[in-house]
Structures are given as C-alpha cells and as structure tokens.
C-alpha cells in the first residue's frame, strides 16, 4: 500500500540546499587541484570561514565573526573584517593561494564581504 505522503516545504528547501551544496563543492574540488579552500558557513548572527586542506583532511587555519568583539559595524562589515583577519592567518600559515567555497550560499551581501576581505588581506581567492 503506497501512501501520497505530503513533503513539507522546508524539507523540500533543506535538502534542495544540501544539494546545491555538494554541487558547489564538488566543483570547487574538483577545479582547484592541490590549492587551499576556504570554506564558509553563515549563521544569522555570525560567519564562519575555515581554510581547508582536501588532500590531508584537516582544516588549517579558522576564523570567525565572534574574535572581533571589540569591532563595531554591521554584520557585512564584520564579515569583511573576519575575511581579513583570516587572510592573516593563511599567510602566517604560508598559504598565500585558495580556492573560494561558498557552499549553498549566493555570492552575495555578507558571504561576497568575507570573500572580499580575503583578498584584501593579502589571500589570492
């Protein structure tokens, strides 16, 4: 006995993002080579960036929205400044080259900031 089951709206939503995800990942890996990623995850409040090693699978260097407690700003001017702040990192790290992942997420608004202070930090994204 088969039952028309009904999908709810954000089930539909949740894995459709899931999927964009592992598209947009997969092809990152699979453009960059032997390059860095930095990965991004944005939360209502914060962001999250991560520089990740795909060939040993460990992440290198982090950075995120909450170290910059004593900045002031909107969210996207944090997300600028948290792109800069790990740019620093990596280049402490000696990565001076990543690939830019921005998962399930537009290039836009506070993901395009951190992406911007990357590279204004010194990164080549």
Same mark, same amino acid.
């Given at each position: 006995?088969? $039952?028309?089951?009904? /999908?709810?709206? !954000?089930?539909?939503?949740?894995?459709?993002?899931? $999927? &964009? *995800?592992?598209?947009?990942?997969? *092809?990152? &890996? !699979?453009?960059?080579?032997?390059?860095?990623?930095?990965?991004?995850?944005?939360?209502?409040?914060?962001?999250? =960036?991560? /520089?990740?090693?795909?060939?040993?699978?460990?992440?290198?260097?982090?950075?995120?929205?909450?170290?910059?407690?004593?900045?002031k %700003?909107?969210?996207?001017?944090?997300?600028?400044?948290? %792109?800069?702040?790990?740019?620093?990192?990596?280049?402490?790290? =000696?990565?001076?080259?990543?690939?830019?992942?921005? =998962?399930?997420?537009l290039?836009?608004g506070?993901?395009?900031?951190?992406?911007?202070?990357? &590279?204004? %930090?010194?990164?080549? /994204?």
């Amino acid at each position: 006995m088969i $039952r028309n089951v009904k /999908v709810s709206l !954000a089930t539909k939503n949740r894995k459709r993002k899931i $999927r &964009r *995800k592992a598209r947009t990942s997969a *092809k990152v &890996r !699979a453009n960059s080579g032997s390059l860095a990623r930095v990965s991004v995850f944005r939360s209502l409040k914060q962001i999250y =960036g991560q /520089v990740i090693d795909d060939s040993n699978h460990n992440t290198l260097t982090f950075c995120s929205t909450t170290e910059l407690k004593e900045q002031k %700003g909107d969210k996207t001017e944090l997300a600028k400044q948290a %792109g800069v702040l790990l740019a620093t990192k990596a280049l402490e790290k =000696g990565i001076t080259k990543a690939a830019f992942d921005r =998962g399930s997420y537009l290039y836009h608004g506070r993901v395009k900031a951190f992406a911007e202070g990357l &590279r204004e %930090g010194g990164l080549q /994204v």
